[in-house]
T-cell receptor
Framework: QQQVKQSPQSLIVQKGGISIINCAYE??????FPWYQQFPGKGPALLIA?????SEKKEGRFTISFNKSAKQFSLHIMDSQPGDSATYFC?????????????FGTGTLLAVQP | DAEITQSPRHKITETGRQVTLACHQT?????MFWYRQDLGHGLRLIHY???????NKGEVSDGYSVSRSNTEDLPLTLESAASSQTSVYFC???????????FGEGSRLTVL
């Protein structure tokens, strides 16, 4: 049972374009939603995270949009660059993330073409 | 600099053998986790620990065990390796306050 569903599985975007990755969840107890970025041969690293008291969080070219009623959240990468090519994982946890017991989505392989 | 290290980075073993993957962190984090990464499945939680002598099962714990005798280390043991356990294994630790996980670089295990 996949508690966090992520789509698409892979994504190709032209340099300068917008990359959008979507995630949906069922467990209404989730209250912490991070995105992790993983480069080949490396472990995932935290990119950006949101809590459900806000509908959007922006850090540089990366934005999380959160829709609590629809139980969905998405990552938007503006002005996508070849250096953004990586695998992106959404995740969710309860207790505001304090337990750190994250449930991950299946990942999206992003390729940004020059 | 504080860090989290995994060893070995690559290992090939045979079905039925016992395998131990090491994880060592120098941040003094109480929380440590083991995930496996498989194409189409993402990262799935195997075991986790919230402190010394504390261990808990994750969603895919069958065939795996962990022990926590100190703050720095959480070794993952496969008692009798199976081909289905061929995967990339990631250890992580975290600060309770921020919710951020810090991952090691992974251990690629092949079971023949």
């Amino acid at each position: 049972q996949q508690q966090v569903k992520q789509s698409p599985q892979s994504l190709i975007v032209q340099k300068g374009g917008i990359s959008i990755i979507n995630c949906a969840y069922e467990n209404t107890a989730f209250d912490y939603f991070p995105w992790y970025q993983q480069f080949p041969g490396k472990g995932p690293a935290l990119l950006i995270a949101i809590r459900p008291d806000v509908s959007e969080k922006k850090e540089g070219r990366f934005t999380i949009s959160f829709n609590k009623s629809a139980k969905q959240f998405s990552l938007h990468i503006m002005d996508s660059q070849p250096g953004d090519s990586a695998t992106y994982f959404c995740a969710a946890s309860t207790n505001g993330g304090a337990t750190n017991k994250l449930i991950f989505g299946t990942g999206t392989l992003l390729a940004v073409q020059p | 600099d504080a860090e989290i290290t995994q060893s070995p980075r690559h290992k090939i073993t045979e079905t039925g053998r016992q395998v131990t993957l090491a994880c060592h962190q120098t941040w003094n984090h109480n929380n440590m986790f083991w995930y496996r990464q498989d194409l189409g499945h993402g990262l799935r939680l195997i075991h986790y620990s919230y402190g010394v002598h504390d261990t808990n099962k994750g969603e895919v714990s069958d065939g795996y065990s962990v022990s926590r005798s100190n703050t720095e280390d959480l070794p993952l043991t496969l008692e009798s390796a199976a081909s289905s356990q061929t995967s990339v294994y990631f250890c992580a630790s975290s600060r309770e306050q921020t919710g951020e996980l810090f991952f090691g670089e992974g251990s690629r295990l092949t079971v023949l």
